[in-house]
């Protein structure tokens, strides 16, 4: 069957984007810590020097071997490829258009900006501690949060001391600021 004529799936987009990774909201930019910057755009040299090159090989030796439609290795590569490709352009936009904020600028001031390490107080009397990243660094799992969030659009400007209401799907929480922190000059 010609290729015209299959159905390519909406979990395949080929704009680029990563189904993963929540979009940019409209008019904001793309925030970015010095570290968050690095590691995505290591990320990026490892996936065009490294994995494709590795995947194109694979790719052109299955090839070689003959028939296509059974071949598990030319098949996985074909997909690995397009994998590889989408991330790739996923990475050199969000790269492109990152604007990168060193957080450590902020060392010592007691007010919630971008790259924040914040430790509040819920009402119920939780304690909890978040770092306000970008969008595509973040990581719930390490207590880092991305600064379009609720808790971090809430935080944003907040001084230590202040009382905020922040907005849940259970309604309105009194929180308040205990500390705020950023890390140190590395210079």
Do not use: C
Not at 92 to 100: G, M, N, S
Not at 106 to 119: I, N, R, S
């Amino acid at each position: 069957m010609s290729k015209a004529f299959t159905r390519e799936t909406d979990a395949d987009p080929d704009d680029g984007e990563d189904p993963s990774l929540p979009p940019l909201p409209a008019g904001t930019r793309n925030y970015m810590t010095p570290q968050g910057y690095a590691a995505l755009r290591a990320e990026l040299f490892t996936l065009m020097d490294d994995e494709r090159p590795k995947i194109v090989d694979i790719v052109h030796w299955a090839a070689s071997n003959g028939d296509r439609s059974e071949n598990g290795d030319y098949l996985y590569g074909k997909k690995r490829l397009r994998e590889i490709d989408r991330r790739i352009r996923f990475l050199t936009k969000r790269l492109e258009i990152a604007e990168v904020t060193d957080p450590s600028v902020h060392h010592g001031k007691d007010q919630v900006f971008f790259g924040a390490t914040v430790t509040y107080v819920e009402e119920n009397g939780d304690e909890r501690t978040v770092t306000i990243r970008g969008i595509d660094e973040a990581d719930s799992l390490k207590g880092e949060v991305s600064w379009v969030s609720p808790i971090a659009r809430t935080l944003l400007k907040a001084r230590t001391g202040d009382v905020l209401k922040l907005v849940t799907p259970q309604g309105w929480r009194e929180i308040e600021v205990l500390e705020v922190t950023y890390p140190k000059s590395s210079n």
